[in-house]
């Protein structure tokens, strides 16, 4: 599972929860890991995986990191677990097999490939409701993680006691997830969650009424049946885009998607105060006039720069995001800042907006 959501909204906390809830099943969550070190940490274990602050930040290091991390994922998720064989440096071989779900967080999520898309799914956290007593909400929130985790060994207790009619749960609701259009690893997925809710609630197999009212998270979890294969290549980008973070004032960084959504809506944020002329630099051009975004996917423009590394690099990103729907292509270069230039125009709500 994999939860985003901006800064504020609860997702660290969320995690929190859950690891509350499962004790020394998943352990305290990671914030900083390596898939080797991760192997060796949990070599023969079935555990679930807890990472917070999987954020994706540009550079070519983390990045591998983190697609390590998820080809790590996507082997736990496999039936027989992930079995991986390395070579040591004494040339004998050296063999690790990790089992478990994986839950990340983090504030946009990396870009994922097709074969990945598939195994997670995605949640969107909104911004949590403003509260008029700060302190009492605290105090409500720490008597909850630890209920939490008092109530740790008796739901492990429940949920080992139900895992005999595991099999049974998973296979009825990936049946009427496929019923619905979702193809075998959507279906897989989401039963998955859903299989794991009905342990925790219910005693028992599952039956018609139950499987009735996992209907509308089923479908939220499958989402477009289509989605996990089909994906644009123009969303695939600007996730990508939105996603990266770029250094600011103070030492802060900031993702492209908090610096156009304040520039949008005419607020400065930490590190920036006009976040339109900041944007600027990187060929980003907030055209409020005409209620759109221009992005200048030159091959002299710093956008380019923002894709290096990613299949969109050198001007690929253009070619990409014209599949959008709401982004054109003007047939005249666009006027901008008494320059004429060759841009696309996306409109904000491609941006959430």
Request: with cysteine; hydrophobic share 40%.
């Amino acid at each position: 599972m994999y939860v985003i959501g901006k800064r504020g909204s609860g997702k660290s906390t969320l995690l929190e929860a859950a690891a509350c809830l499962l004790g020394d099943l998943s352990g305290e969550p990671w914030n900083d890991a390596t898939s080797a070190g991760l192997r060796q940490a949990r070599n023969n274990q079935a555990r679930p995986l807890l990472i917070d602050e999987f954020e994706p930040d540009g550079s070519s290091t983390t990045s591998a990191k983190q697609k390590a991390l998820i080809a790590l994922a996507r082997a736990m998720s496999g039936g027989s677990g992930g079995r991986i064989a390395r070579g040591s440096a004494d040339h004998s071989a050296v063999s690790f097999r990790m089992v478990g779900a994986t839950y990340v967080t983090s504030i946009n999520h990396i870009q994922l490939e097709p074969q990945d898309r598939s195994r997670f799914a995605i949640l969107q956290l909104n911004a949590l409701p403003k509260t008029g007593h700060p302190e009492q909400s605290q105090l409500k929130l720490e008597q909850l993680l630890k209920k939490l985790r008092d109530l740790s060994a008796r739901f492990r207790g429940h949920m080992l006691k139900q895992s005999s009619r595991w099999d049974r749960t998973v296979a009825k609701i990936k049946a009427r997830a496929m019923s619905l259009g979702a193809d075998a690893r959507q279906a897989e997925t989401a039963a998955a969650i859903l299989a794991g809710l009905d342990l925790a609630l219910f005693k028992g197999d599952i039956d018609e009424l139950r499987l009735e009212d996992l209907m509308e998270p089923l479908s939220v979890l499958i989402g477009d049946p289509d989605e996990a294969e089909e994906e644009s290549e123009g969303q695939q980008a600007l996730d990508f885009l939105l996603s990266r973070l770029v250094r600011v004032d103070h030492g802060l960084e900031r993702s492209v998607q908090e610096l156009i959504t304040a520039a949008i809506k005419g607020k400065s944020i930490d590190g920036v105060v006009d976040p339109v002329s900041f944007l600027d630099r990187y060929g980003i051009y907030v055209l409020k006039r005409k209620s759109r975004v221009a992005l200048w996917c030159s091959t002299s423009s710093q956008l380019t720069k923002v894709f290096s590394g990613s299949k969109w690099a050198d001007g690929a990103c253009k070619t990409a995001l014209k599949q959008l729907d709401g982004v054109e292509e003007p047939k005249n270069a666009v006027r901008i800042y008494g320059r004429q230039k060759r841009v696309l125009l996306a409109n904000y709500a491609c941006f959430g907006l």
